[in-house]
């Protein structure tokens, strides 16, 4: 049976709950880590009568990707406030409460890039790259007959991806000396006697987030008794953070991608503001982009994609000569909700629960 902690784990190693925005209240918002999860609904928005419509359909778990009434500063619960009365009507029906938010929209396959995937968006990049998160690269000595065995364990843990391709490494043969002491126990030589060892030196990239895992992994796979290894931050640019901005397969207007956006998220409140004939580069925000519209202008964007973007954003847009489509908040960043759904029947099937889940739209 699927619990609480474990819906957890299986939405952070998609959503990455390290590439939060500081001060974002992700994870657990009401509940029990330890509480059993049967049923599951997800969403994007998180209001009383999306609650009361998790409760009455018999679920256990609501999992939906804004916090909105659990925002910083938390003042308690207040039961006179939206976000008190929404608590309490899940304690109350031992429902808990999931938050994905800026976790799935900076993480690999989250929101953005599922709208950049859905232009075809081509070399793109993170508009707004995560500060936190870095590409790291271990470095650790193996003898050459456990270099397989290490090597698979520390990619099973998230280690050696970069961009499609998978189990990257660089190895390099060398030799390592050690002069096992009194209560040693080494794998080779003896002890009280200095040794050479043919040894091969294994570098692997991994995300800053997935070092703990991986260390232990390796550590797991070794046959060592001691474990050398060594831990370097590389300067690589990260594939992680807030919008996407890249190039389109084809030109396009302005006029036709908003219309097949509109299409795509069935917005019934969509604007668009600006209207270029020749549109190759966009970026996309779904959400809220207010503050990142001088970005999409200094990477030359033709066109910004987002959810909203306030009054002063929209002229700024228009002085800056960039599209400016606005498709609603929630609107733009409806496909999550599907998307953390799909997440959790994989680990249903792999875990065997047998999970109900739910999908409101």
Same mark, same amino acid.
């Not at 029990?32 to 419509?53: F, G």
């Not at 499609?164 to 050690?178: E, K, Q």
């Not at 389109?248 to 019934?268: I, M, N, P, Y």
């Given at each position: 049976?699927?619990? *609480?902690?474990?819906?957890? +784990? ?7 709950? +390290? ?43 609501? *999992? ?94 998230? #280690? ?53 895992? *991986? ?39 302005? *006029? ?60 700024? #847009? ?44």
């Amino acid at each position: 049976m699927a619990t *609480v902690g474990r819906i957890l +784990e299986a939405l952070g190693e998609k959503y990455p709950w +390290e590439l939060a925005c500081e001060g974002d209240r992700v994870g657990l918002l009401v509940g029990s880590r330890d509480a059993a999860a049967r049923k599951a609904m997800c969403s994007v928005d998180l209001t009383l009568s999306i609650v009361e419509r998790a409760i009455s359909t018999g679920c256990d778990l609501l *999992v939906t990707h804004h916090p909105q009434f659990f925002r910083e500063p938390w003042h308690g619960l207040d039961l006179d406030t939206p976000g008190g009365r929404i608590a309490a009507r899940a304690v109350e029906a031992s429902l808990s409460i999931a938050c994905c938010h800026t976790n799935a929209d900076c993480a690999e396959g989250g929101t953005a890039d599922m709208m950049a995937d859905y232009l075809g968006l081509e070399d793109r990049r993170p508009l707004e790259p995560s500060e936190g998160a870095f590409i790291a690269k271990i470095v650790v000595f193996v003898p050459p007959e456990a270099v397989e065995s290490v090597a698979d364990a520390m990619a099973g843990a998230g #280690a050696g991806r970069i961009g499609d391709y998978t189990r990257c490494s660089f190895r390099s043969p060398g030799s390592g000396t050690f002069l096992p002491g009194e209560g040693a126990e080494p794998y080779s030589g003896n002890v009280g006697e200095l040794s050479t060892e043919d040894e091969v030196r294994l570098e692997m990239v991994v995300p800053s987030f997935s070092l703990g895992r *991986v260390e232990e992994a390796m550590i797991e796979a070794h046959p060592y008794e001691e474990v050398a290894f060594d831990v370097y931050r590389t300067g690589s640019r990260v594939p992680w953070g807030i919008g996407r901005v890249g190039s389109l397969s084809k030109e396009s207007s302005a *006029v036709d991608l908003f219309s097949s956006l509109v299409d795509w998220t069935g917005s019934r409140r969509a604007r668009l503001i600006g209207g270029a004939e020749r549109v190759l580069k966009v970026a996309v925000v779904p959400g809220s982009a207010g503050s990142l519209v001088g970005e999409a202008a200094r990477a030359s964007c033709d066109m910004l994609v987002t959810g909203e973007a306030g009054w002063h954003a929209e002229l700024e #847009a228009l002085e800056s000569g960039v599209a400016l489509a606005l498709l609603g908040h929630s609107e733009s960043e409806r496909p999550i909700a599907g998307a953390m759904a799909s997440v959790l029947e994989r680990a249903s099937r792999v875990g065997q629960w047998e999970m109900e889940i739910e999908v409101f739209t």
